[in-house]
């Protein structure tokens, strides 16, 4: 059976969607390393092996992914067509920041200088499950968006047509 459903991924199905839920409090030490909760640390080691991308998100916070998730991402937006200079920014922002991570074997992740540098990250920091990827946010940066998102007067019936069949 393990080795059909290989043999499914290999033709581009998955078969089971590894899925990351939840916030999680973290501290960045002083090297710029960050402990990746022991619940997702399995389910990174069956998917990427360990091997993770961090890249950049217009909401100034970094988007991490395990190497398999982000080669389908990667591989869609240079399927784009880059004369559209929306595309280019996108592609410029997305794979131009990419940088290959491993977990060690404490469970660690060192960021580099750069994207801590765009992300404002400080010590204290949230780690947030989004399904096949996390979001790595500063801690004062994550609760203050997060606040503004509660408060919102937007109308949720302006939703998406792709959302009006959804229930809570």
Known sequence: MVA?????????FRTHEIMFRGANKLT?????????????????QERCGGNLVVTVDKDQCLLIYPLPDWEDIERKL?????????????QRLMIGHATDLELDSHGRLLLPANLREFAQMTRDAMLI?????????DEAR???????????????????????TLSF
């Open 142 to 164: 994550w609760n203050e968006r997060r606040d503004e998102w509660l408060a919102s007067t937007e109308s949720t019936t302006d939703l998406p047509a792709e959302l009006d």
């Open 28 to 44: 960045l030490d002083v090297k710029g390393r960050l402990v990746m909760p022991t619940r997702y640390r399995e389910r990174l």
């Open 4 to 12: 059909g459903g290989k043999l499914w991924e290999k033709m581009g």
């Open 78 to 90: 240079n399927k784009l067509p880059t004369l559209n200079p929306q595309v280019r920014r996108l």
């Open 129 to 137: 499950g989004q399904g096949i990827r996390f979001e790595l946010w």
